[in-house]
């Protein structure tokens, strides 16, 4: 009688899965409660190709795992819609737990996983939504187009320079006309600039477009118009902004943006050592800059006077424009995640409070 308990307690025993992922091929590992393993081996990257031989080898599985990764958003949504318990673990911090390890092997990898899934020592990822992916998507090609416009342009004015050809502040249309005033009658120089230019002209062709269809979702998103009546946010940085966030409500305390978007003070203390050190940087990098400009606007371009820009102001005075700049950074962060949580346009009472 006690052999068939046994058996049937083991019998009723979960699995855990870990998926390490690479473009081609896929290593599983399947592990029981007691973290042993039962099976591990590999299939295609696929996801009804995993979906299927999971659901074989681990008939009571209750959580699965795989790392962030550049395929992890297409197989996170994939094996969801197969009903697959998958969560996504970050990869620094499954990283060190895998460091652990003599070996490093996918295979080696995907047991990790498993067992780091089955003891719970880890904070899930939220993966986005494929619809936020494709905003972002815009935001990030926008946001190279840019870089290598500017780029383009830097590299103009330096072979003008060369020749002795020195050409005037001006962006856009301004900046071409300034060029072909000045082009030499040298074909070589002509061509190349030309050739330049050409590039250039459809790079912000590209960019007016993807511009018109962000403006178009500013106009018809309820979201998107409260946040842009916050000083210094325009559309680019209220679309950046609720892409990265996505969900107001995972956030209990409107103040915890400012750490979630890398701008508070990392800090090391142990004992007597307690030292602050410089902004974190964690999180997403582009809403992050776009954030610091907008702070620098109110700081200085914003004509009206704000409780926002008095109390930046204050900052300066007391530390410095740089590290008043991301303060106004991050109080605009919690202001503009308490606008989307209440649903309310900006007030100077808003900023106040």
């Not at 992922?21 to 295609?44: L, M």
């Not at 990790?112 to 990030?140: D, F, I, N, Q």
């Amino acid at each position: 009688m006690a052999e068939q308990h046994l058996q049937e307690e083991i019998g009723a025993m979960g699995n855990y899965v870990g998926l390490d992922v690479s473009t081609k091929a896929t290593a599983v590992c399947v592990i029981d409660e007691a973290g042993n393993k039962v099976w591990e081996g590999s299939c295609v990257t696929d996801p009804e190709t995993i979906n299927t031989v999971v659901r074989r080898q681990a008939p009571d599985l209750i959580r699965a795992g795989l790392e962030t990764g550049p395929l992890c958003v297409w197989l996170w949504h994939a094996l969801n819609d197969y009903k697959l318990p998958i969560v996504c673990l970050h990869a620094r911090h499954a990283a060190a737990a895998l460091s652990l390890q003599a070996n490093k092997t996918d295979r080696n990898d995907a047991a990790g996983l498993a067992r780091l899934v089955r003891s719970g020592w880890y904070r899930p990822v939220v993966v986005k939504a494929l619809e936020t992916h494709k905003l972002r998507t815009m935001l990030a090609v926008r946001d190279q187009l840019v870089q290598t416009s500017t780029n383009l342009i830097n590299k103009i004015r330096g072979i003008l320079k060369t020749f002795g050809i020195v050409l005037g502040p001006g962006r856009g249309t301004v900046f071409e006309a300034n060029v072909r005033r000045r082009l030499p009658d040298d074909d070589i120089i002509r061509t190349v600039v030309e050739g330049l230019l050409q590039v250039w002209r459809t790079i912000q062709e590209q960019k007016r477009e993807i511009d018109r269809r962000l403006n178009r979702l500013t106009r018809n998103d309820r979201t998107c118009r409260v946040l842009t009546t916050a000083p210094g946010v325009g559309t680019i940085t209220a679309i950046s902004f609720m892409t990265t966030i996505e969900d107001p409500t995972r956030f209990v305390r409107s103040k915890d943006v400012g750490a979630f978007l890398g701008l508070t003070p990392r800090r090391y203390q142990s004992g007597d050592v307690d030292i602050g050190g410089r902004i974190s940087k964690c999180g997403d990098r582009m809403t992050r800059k776009l954030l610091f400009e907008a702070g620098h606007a109110i700081l200085s371009r914003s004509g009206d006077s704000t409780p926002l820009k008095a109390w930046g102001q204050r900052v300066a005075v007391r530390s410095g424009h740089w590290k008043a700049r991301v303060a106004v950074a991050r109080k605009l962060a919690v202001i503009l995640h308490r606008m989307w949580r209440d649903d309310v346009p900006f007030t100077p009472e808003l900023a106040a409070s």
